[in-house]
């Protein structure tokens, strides 16, 4: 079992930054593509970065391209989320996850089996 534990969402500013983590426990997550999902009050669950295991290919909304980075570093065992422009839209629970071991990176909520708690990230206008 993985589990995912996401940090560093807060009050910030429109058109301030924030960095979230993504610390994983119980396996090595190397080797599993990750990514960020987010969901505003009222709206469904909606995707907002991957990385694939290898670390070679990111994956990005196009609401938040140019704006939010997806890195990870297998050394810690996490991922990072770096979000620059921040804007109201932006609101949300922020949530990480991970899928199976070596599989293909997806926008697909479904593919992902392992999820944190979520982060709440709040812009103010």
């Known amino acids: 079992q993985v589990q995912l534990v996401e940090s560093g969402g807060g009050l910030v500013q429109a058109g301030g930054s924030l960095r979230l983590s993504c610390a994983a426990s119980?396996?090595?997550?190397?080797?599993?593509?990750m990514g960020w999902f987010r969901q505003a009050p009222g709206k469904e669950r909606e995707f907002v970065a991957a990385i694939s295991w290898g670390a070679g290919t990111t994956y990005y909304a196009d609401s938040v391209k140019g704006r939010f980075t997806i890195s990870r570093d297998n050394t810690k065992n996490t991922v990072y989320l770096q979000m620059n422009s921040l804007k109201p839209e932006d609101t949300a629970v922020y949530y990480c996850?991970?899928?199976?071991?070596?599989?293909?990176?997806?926008?697909?909520?479904?593919?992902?089996?392992?999820w944190g708690q979520g982060t709440q990230v709040t812009v103010s206008s």
């Open positions: 119980g396996r090595t997550v190397g080797s599993y593509p």
């Open positions: 996850a991970a899928g199976e071991a070596y599989s293909s990176t997806s926008r697909y909520s479904g593919q992902y089996h392992y």
